[in-house]
């Protein structure tokens, strides 16, 4: 248990519609990165938040956004969804540890898009 | 983009070690050397992490070469629950930086 939370587990949904998912990090982590890995592709990376403003973009669509609240839990936001973006959604933390810089997944959200 | 290099797959024995390169030869001076793994479509796991020195835990082993251009993790008895894709990336241990993954290399350990 890496003691990151992503709710919910698994998601199906509709094609123009909205979904929001959310990550609980590690006790005292003050990061959390989103991931997105579609099927046999690898881990891209989304977006990183340090005490709830953003510190890094990756190539994340216009349709997504996330934001991380004073408790500093995180949420990502999917609107008008798309076929394509059926994917694992995967958050991480880390910050519990100066300058060790490793992450800590969750078991990831995962989204089908019909 | 990665900054590493990976082969795309390698397998190797059950009880035998198993050797997975790196390359990185664009690593700055305060770039770490991260290993982490994926089983199947779990969450990606933390193995290990390096600046220069050799470094090893319970896990695995790393060994970064003297010109900080290339790597090595190394599972000493590879078990078949050692099956996964390993990723190799470079970073800055700091609070504001992208952490990119690469395509990894896929083990598999045969009986």
């Known amino acids: 248990d890496s003691g990151v939370t992503q709710t919910p587990k698994h998601l199906i949904t509709a094609t123009g519609q909205r979904v929001t998912l959310r990550c609980s990090p590690r006790s005292g982590d003050l990061s959390v990165y989103w991931y997105q890995q579609s099927l046999d592709q690898g881990l891209q990376f989304l977006i990183h938040?340090?005490?709830?403003?953003?510190?890094a973009k990756g190539n994340i669509l216009e349709r997504f956004s996330a934001q991380q609240f004073p408790d500093l839990h995180s949420e990502l936001n999917l609107s008008s969804l798309e076929l394509g973006d059926s994917a694992l959604y995967f958050c991480a933390s880390s910050g519990r540890q100066a300058n060790t810089g490793e992450l800590f997944f969750g078991e990831g959200s995962r989204l089908t898009v019909l | 983009d990665a900054k590493t290099t990976q082969p795309p797959s390698m397998d190797c024995a059950e009880g035998r070690a198993a050797n997975l390169p790196c390359n990185h030869s664009t690593i700055s001076g305060n770039e770490y050397v991260y290993w982490y793994r994926q089983i199947h479509s779990q969450g990606p796991q933390y193995i290990i992490h390096?600046?220069?020195n050799n470094e090893t835990n319970e896990m695995a082993s790393l060994i970064i070469t003297e010109d900080r251009k290339s790597s090595t993790l190394i599972l000493p008895h590879a078990t078949l629950r050692d099956t996964a894709v390993y990723y190799c990336?470079?970073?800055?241990?700091?609070?504001?930086?992208?952490?990119?993954f690469g395509s990894g290399t896929r083990l598999s350990i045969r009986p």
């Open positions: 990336i470079v970073r800055v241990a700091s609070s504001a930086s992208k952490i990119i």
């Open positions: 390096g600046l220069k």
């Open positions: 938040y340090y005490n709830g403003e953003e510190r």
